[in-house]
């Protein structure tokens, strides 16, 4: 029994190791990402709210802009219309 177990254990271990090279592999895909978004931003190749739109597709917008909740109200106050409306739909 007390093979089994530690076979269960390294099976168990391996798993998780496959889990967390997966995280990464996730991780650098998003990272990127923004990073395009950015270079198509700064290059005018792309609109501010496309920009926020693309976030949004690769659930990346949450990392980057706060909860409007969070925001105080002279933060919101200087995001510009289109802008605050893309960032008000639902995920």
Not at 24 to 30: A, E, G, K, P
Not at 36 to 55: C, F, H, T, Y
Not at 62 to 84: F, Q, R, T
């Amino acid at each position: 029994m007390g093979l089994t177990t530690k076979r269960d254990e390294a099976a168990y271990r391996d798993y998780v190791v496959a889990q967390l090279r997966l995280a990464h592999m996730r991780v650098r895909l998003l990272l990127n990402e923004i990073e395009m978004i950015g270079k198509a931003l700064k290059g005018n190749l792309i609109e501010p709210d496309d920009a926020v739109a693309w976030l949004r597709s690769v659930n990346g917008l949450e990392y980057l802009i706060p909860v409007e909740d969070e925001l105080p109200s002279a933060a919101m106050m200087s995001v510009p219309e289109g802008a605050a409306a893309v960032l008000s739909q639902p995920s």
